[in-house]
C-alpha cells in the first residue's frame, strides 16, 4: 500500500450522524475501536485496510484507550501510524478517543482515577499517536477510592489545557454516572458521552443508565454490540474458527460460547435471515434502534466486518411483533 491513499469523495453519502445527547458533538451511526486487532502482536497492513475502509464509508470516530494492545499502548503506537501514513490530512474530519482508568504502569499513579494519573496517562496517549489533542477523553472506569470530585475535575483541566475537547464516562453505574454528571456540569465542562457494553446479551443498561443519560442528555456509544462476535455468524455452526477472537485466547473465552447462546443465537439468525440482513446487521441495527443511541463502537478484524456494520445503518425498522419476538429469545441470557 505504498500508493498515497486519498480518502474516498462518497464517504458522507451512506452513514447517518447522530448528535450525542445535548451537545454540539455528531458522531457516526458506527464507530470503529482499536482494543483488538490493532496491537504491536498484529499484522500493520491488515489494520491499515481496517481503518481505510472504515474512513472511506464515513466511520469518523475512532476508539483507543491508554491500554489497548497487546502490549499496552501499542494500538496508539500503531493509530499514530496510521496518521502519519494516511490519515493526517483529514485530522479535522476525525473524532479520535482515548482512556485512562485501568491498569497501566506499575506503583500508585499507573491505575484508577487520580489527576495524576489521568493527566500523565493522557499526555503518555497524545505522544504515541503524535496528537496535540485527542477529541475525546474517558474516564474508563470509577474509582471507589479517589474522590469523585478529584477525578471530575481531573477531566475538567484535561479540557481547559486543551489536551481533549470533550470528556466522557465509561463503565459508571446510574447513580455515580448522575453525581459525575452535576459535577461535570458545574465545572462548565459537561460530559459528552457515556460508554456502557450494551447488546442483545447484556441489556443492563436499559432500566437505569439509560433513563439517566435522557435525564442528563449525555449521548451513549455502545461498546461490544457484537458481544465480541458471539452475535454473528462467526460460531454459528458450534466451530470455532481458528482466526476468530475466541481462538486467539484472550477477553473472549470458548467456554462463552455456550449451547443456551448458540441456541438463541441460531433462532436470531433466522430471524435476521428472513428480514434479509446477516445476524451481525441485525444486532447492530437492534442497538441503533433507540433514538438516542448516539453510536455502536464496533472492532474489526478485516475490512468485510466494517462494510457489514455499515450495511447495518440501512437496515429497516422493526416491527413491533418482532421486538417481542427477539425480547423473548434474549431474555432468558441477560446477566
Ligand atoms: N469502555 C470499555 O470498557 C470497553 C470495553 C470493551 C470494548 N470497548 C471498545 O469497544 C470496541 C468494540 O468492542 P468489541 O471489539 O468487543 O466489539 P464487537 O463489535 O462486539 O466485536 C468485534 C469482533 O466481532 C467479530 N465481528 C465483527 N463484525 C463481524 C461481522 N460482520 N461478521 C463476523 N464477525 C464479526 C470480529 O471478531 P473476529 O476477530 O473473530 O473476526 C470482531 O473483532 C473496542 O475496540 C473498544 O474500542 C470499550
Not at 314 to 323: K, M, N, R, T
Request: charged fraction near 20%.
Amino acid at each position: 500500500m505504498n500508493t498515497p491513499y486519498r480518502a474516498n469523495p462518497e464517504r458522507y453519502s451512506t452513514i447517518p450522524y447522530r448528535r450525542s445527547g445535548g451537545s454540539g458533538l455528531k458522531l457516526p451511526a458506527v464507530s470503529l475501536g482499536l482494543w483488538h486487532n490493532f496491537g504491536g502482536v498484529d499484522r500493520f497492513e491488515t489494520g491499515r485496510e481496517v481503518v481505510r475502509t472504515a474512513f472511506d464509508h464515513g466511520i469518523t470516530h475512532f476508539d483507543l484507550a491508554n491500554n489497548y494492545g497487546p502490549p499496552p499502548g501499542s494500538a496508539e503506537e500503531t493509530f499514530g501510524a496510521l496518521l502519519r501514513a494516511d490519515l493526517r490530512p483529514y485530522r479535522d474530519e476525525l473524532i479520535i478517543s482515548s482512556k485512562a482508568g485501568y491498569t497501566m504502569w506499575p506503583g500508585p499513579y499507573g491505575d484508577w482515577g487520580s489527576r495524576k494519573y489521568l493527566i500523565a496517562s493522557l499526555d503518555q496517549s497524545l505522544k504515541r499517536m503524535g496528537l496535540d489533542y485527542v477529541d475525546i477523553f474517558y474516564h474508563h472506569r470509577p474509582d471507589p477510592e479517589t474522590p469523585l470530585e478529584e477525578t471530575m475535575a481531573a477531566l475538567a483541566h484535561i479540557v481547559s489545557s486543551g489536551r481533549a475537547l470533550y470528556v466522557g464516562l465509561s463503565n459508571y453505574p446510574a447513580g455515580l454516572l448522575r453525581r459525575a454528571a452535576t459535577l461535570l456540569r458545574e465545572l462548565g465542562t459537561p460530559c459528552v458521552i457515556d460508554q456502557p457494553r450494551y447488546s442483545l446479551l447484556d441489556r443492563h443498561i436499559e432500566p437505569e443508565i439509560l433513563p439517566a443519560l435522557a435525564d442528563e442528555g449525555i449521548g451513549c456509544i455502545a461498546f461490544s454490540p457484537l458481544a465480541q462476535g458471539i452475535l454473528t455468524d462467526r460460531y454459528l455452526n458450534g466451530h470455532i474458527p481458528e482466526d476468530s477472537r475466541a481462538a486467539r485466547g484472550g477477553f473472549l473465552k470458548p467456554e462463552q460460547i455456550t449451547p443456551e447462546r448458540l441456541d438463541a443465537v441460531r433462532r436470531l439468525n433466522d430471524i435476521a435471515q428472513a428480514r434479509g440482513l446477516t445476524l451481525a446487521r441485525m444486532a447492530l441495527a437492534w442497538v441503533l434502534r433507540h433514538n438516542a443511541m448516539t453510536s455502536v463502537l464496533i472492532g474489526a478484524s478485516r475490512p468485510s466486518q466494517v462494510l457489514d456494520a455499515v450495511a447495518a445503518t440501512q437496515a429497516a425498522p422493526f416491527e413491533a411483533e418482532v421486538l417481542a419476538e427477539i425480547d423473548r429469545i434474549v431474555a432468558p441470557l441477560q446477566p
